[in-house]
Each structure stands twice: as structure tokens, then as C-alpha cells.
């Protein structure tokens, strides 16, 4: 099975929520790993290259609502990991906030589950750390504690 397969079984989203999300994981990935660690990652993958570009266009720049422009915002002074600020990311292809965390969690276990540790903890050592608050709590952590300060 492969890792749109994977996510479509796991959590129920059709192809393009799949394709989609897997590629803002992946296009955050590629961004903050050297190009000799996300190579590691892209051998475990089929077609990555085609999941990273349907991911959709980030938010930067658009209007946005809701908790998106929340998280956006605190992103912005650097209280919120870059992670929760893909949250409008997600929000374009219909994916709730609150399953943000789950797909994240099938993602880096299938990359887990098909490079070994090594690589797997590549990948969720990136995304821990774009996860983190500045208190340390994950945006996971957060978003269920309903923490809306800013």
C-alpha cells in the first residue's frame, strides 16, 4: 500500500485531501531538511514529487478567518511552531484542525515504517521542532487546551 492509499483507508479523505496534505507535510520537509537528508525521506515515497506539488499555495499573503488567521498571526511573533501556521493549508482541502495531528502522525509513521527509525526520525524530528510553541507545548497540545491567547 502506498501513502495516499495509506492516509484514504486510515482517515477516510478522498485522493486530492490525501495527495494534498501529504504534500504540505513533505513541501515543510523539503524546506527545513538538507537536501541529503530529504533525499533519505524521498527514496521511501513513490511520486513525492508529484505529492508536494498538489499541495496548495500557503496562506502567506491571503486573507484568511478564523483560527487560521489566529495561528498566523502568532506564527508571526514567533509563539506558534511553523506547523500550526499550515493550518489554513489544510483547512483549503477540507481537513479539520483537528485531525491535523492524526495525519501528521500516519505520515511520519509510514515514512517510519518503510526507512527504519533513522529516517522516520528525520522526518518527525522536522516537524516536532515546526510543531513546538515557545512554551514547548506541540500546536497539537494547544490547539486541545483551546489556548487562544495572543
Known amino acids: 500500500?502506498?501513502?495516499?492509499?495509506?492516509?484514504?483507508?486510515?482517515l477516510?479523505?478522498?485522493?486530492?485531501?490525501a495527495m494534498g496534505g501529504a504534500g504540505i507535510v513533505f513541501r515543510l520537509a523539503r524546506r527545513k531538511l538538507s537536501s541529503a537528508e530529504f533525499a533519505q525521506i524521498a527514496q521511501e515515497v513513490s511520486?513525492?514529487?508529484?505529492?508536494?506539488?498538489?499541495a496548495p499555495d500557503s496562506r502567506d499573503g491571503e486573507p484568511a478567518g478564523g483560527i487560521s488567521d489566529m495561528l498566523s498571526a502568532l506564527r508571526q511573533k514567533g509563539q506558534v511552531g511553523e506547523l500550526a501556521g499550515l493550518v489554513g493549508d489544510f483547512e483549503k482541502l477540507d481537513i479539520d484542525v483537528g485531525r491535523v495531528n492524526r495525519f501528521v502522525s500516519l505520515v511520519?509513521?509510514?515514512?517510519?515504517?518503510?526507512?527504519?527509525?533513522?529516517?522516520?526520525?528525520?522526518l518527525d524530528g522536522v516537524l516536532s521542532?515546526?510543531?513546538k510553541m515557545t512554551d514547548g507545548r506541540s500546536t497539537g497540545d494547544w490547539l486541545r487546551d483551546g489556548d487562544r491567547r495572543f
Open 108 to 122: 511520519v509513521g509510514f515514512v517510519r515504517g518503510r526507512g527504519g527509525d533513522a529516517v522516520g526520525n528525520l
Open 47 to 54: 511520486g513525492l514529487d508529484d505529492i508536494i506539488a498538489s
Open 12 to 17: 477516510g479523505l478522498s485522493e486530492a485531501q
Open 129 to 131: 521542532s515546526a510543531g
Open 1 to 10: 500500500m502506498d501513502l495516499i492509499d495509506h492516509l484514504i483507508a486510515r
